[in-house]
C-alpha cells in the first residue's frame, strides 16, 4: 500500500517541484528518508538562506519553489525571508516538519504549539493537516494558493510521524488560473479618463515585469506620449530604462513623490502599491487637480491606497486593453533624460565611479541583485536595465535577501538553459546577513560574481540618522571585517578591486569561473542623502 510519503513525492513530481531547498532537521528526516534520486536537495547552512534561495529561483524560473523548514525554530530563522517573499508577492510552498502528534498535547521538544499562527501574516494559507492522509491534498492547495494572484508564500506544518501512515487515493492534479481580466466596462472608463487628459504619466510597478509586461508598456507609453516612472523601492525593473520615455524612480515620501508628478492632471500606476512609502516626508498624496488610476491584481493592495480609482486585472492584459482603446496621442512624447555627468576621480573611488566602471562592462544580457542600500542611488543612476527579468532586490527593505537570493537565480539560469550571467552587488553591511549561502553557490560551482562596495559602515543608517536628526546612534561603524578571508573560507574565488578600471577585468574573470567570486570594491565613506 503506497504511504503518505509516497503519493506526496508523486504529486510534487507532477508539479515540478522536484528541488528542495531548505537545512536538514531531526523533524524533516522522515519526509527526506531515501531521499529520489530524481529529486534535489539544495543544501542551505541557515534557514534564512534556503528562503531567499527558494525565493529567487522561484521568480527567475516563474514556477513556485519548495523551501523545507525545522519547525518553530527553522521558521523563526527562515523568517525576515519569509517577510520579504510575502512582499516580492514570490510562490513559494514552505513547510516544516512538526513534533511527533502522539507528544503534541505535552508540548516536547521541538515542538511547535502554534505553527500555523507563527507565521502569519506573512502568508496567503496556513495549515497543519488533521490527519495524516490529507497531506497529499493539502500540498495541491498550497500550490494553487501560491500560484493564483497575488502570488505568495504559503505554509503547511507537517508532523514527521504522518509519512510512514497509509495513503489515500491521490488527489487531482489540477490547474488555476494565475491571470485577471480586468473589467470591460471599468477598462474603458479609465481609456476615457486617459484619453482627455492633457499631461498624463504612467507610473509601473514589479508586477510589470512578473507579469512579461514589458511590450505592453512601451506600447501603451509610446501610445500615450507619456513620461514613465518606476515606483518607489521597486523589487524589479519594470521598463527599458535606455527608453526616451523613462524617468527614474520616483521618491517613496509622500511630499516628494506628490512634487515629482506636478503638471500631471492623469497618473495611471500599474502594478504598484500607491505607494510603497518609508520616510515621513508630510504633504499632499497628490498635486492639486491630479487624478489617479490604479491597475493591480491585489485586492488589498487596491483597498488600502489613500487615493485613486482602482481597476483589479493582470498587469499585461490591463495594459493592452489600454492600447486597443485609446487614440495615439497628438503630443509629442518627452525627450530623453540627460546622461549622469562622469563621476569625480576620488581616492577611495566614490559608488558613482564604481558603479559607473561596472555599467560600461556590464554583459548585455546580464541579471542584477542589489542589496547595498547606501548605494542604490548611484547604482541606478549609472547602470541602466534595458532587458526584462534582469533586476532583483527585497520589497521587504529588510536585509539578507541579495546574496542567498543571488544564489538561486544563478541555479535558476543553469537550470533553464539561459545561462545568463548573474552579478549580486551587495553592500559590506548586507553581506555578513546571509553569508552562508557563499558555501552552497561553491559547492554548485556557480559561476556567481559578487562586488561587494566596502564603506565599512551602515552608511544607509547614518543617512536616516540625518535625515531624522538623531545624532548618536551606536553601532553604525564596521570595523575589523575581511570579506576576502569569510569568502575564501565558504570555498569562493576571492579578489580586492582596489581602483574602478580593474572592475572590468576582475567581472569578467569571474563570470568565466566555475566557482563563485567576491569582489570587494573600497569606496568612499561619504555619506549619501536619502531623498
Known sequence: MATVRDTTYDLLRAL???????????????????????????????????MAMADGYAQATGRPAHVNLHTAP??????????????????????????????????PRLASPRAVELVQPYVKWAHEPARAQDIPAAFMRAYASAVQPPAGPVFLSLPMDDWGRPADPPPQVRTVATRIAPDPDRLRGFAATLAAARAPALVLGATVDRADAWPAAVALAE??????????????????????????????????????????????????????????????????GTQLLHVTDDPDEAARAPVGESLLGDAGLAMAGLVELLPQADRPPPSARDAPAPPEATDPPSADAVFAALAGQWPADGVLVQESPSNLAALRRRLRIDRPRSYFTMASGGLGFGLPAAVGIALAERDTGRGRPVVAVVGDGSFHYSVQALWTAAQLGLPLAVV????RQYAILKAFAELKHTPGVPALDLPGLDVTAVARGYGCAAEVVDSPDRLGPALATALAADRPTVLPVPISSDVPRIL
Open 16 to 50: 515540478g517541484l522536484t528541488t528542495v531547498f531548505g537545512n536538514p532537521g531531526s523533524t524533516e528526516e522522515p519526509f527526506l528518508k531515501d531521499f529520489p534520486a530524481d529529486f534535489r536537495y539544495v543544501h542551505a547552512l541557515q534557514e534564512a538562506s534556503a
Open 74 to 107: 527553522g521558521i523563526g530563522n527562515g523568517m525576515g525571508n519569509l517577510v520579504t517573499a510575502w512582499h516580492n508577492k514570490t510562490p513559494l510552498i514552505v513547510t516544516a516538519g512538526q513534533q511527533t502528534r502522539e507528544m503534541l498535547l505535552i508540548e
Open 223 to 288: 501610445r500615450l506620449a507619456a513620461p514613465v516612472w518606476a515606483a518607489p523601492a521597486p523589487e524589479r525593473a519594470v521598463f527599458p530604462e535606455g527608453h526616451p520615455q523613462f524617468r527614474g524612480v520616483l521618491p517613496y515620501a509622500i511630499g516628494p513623490l506628490a512634487e515629482a508628478l506636478r503638471g500631471h492632471d492623469a497618473v495611471l500606476v500599474v502594478g504598484a502599491p500607491v505607494f510603497r512609502y518609508y520616510p515621513y516626508v508630510p504633504g499632499d498624496y497628490l498635486p492639486a
Open 452 to 455: 561587494v562596495p566596502v564603506n
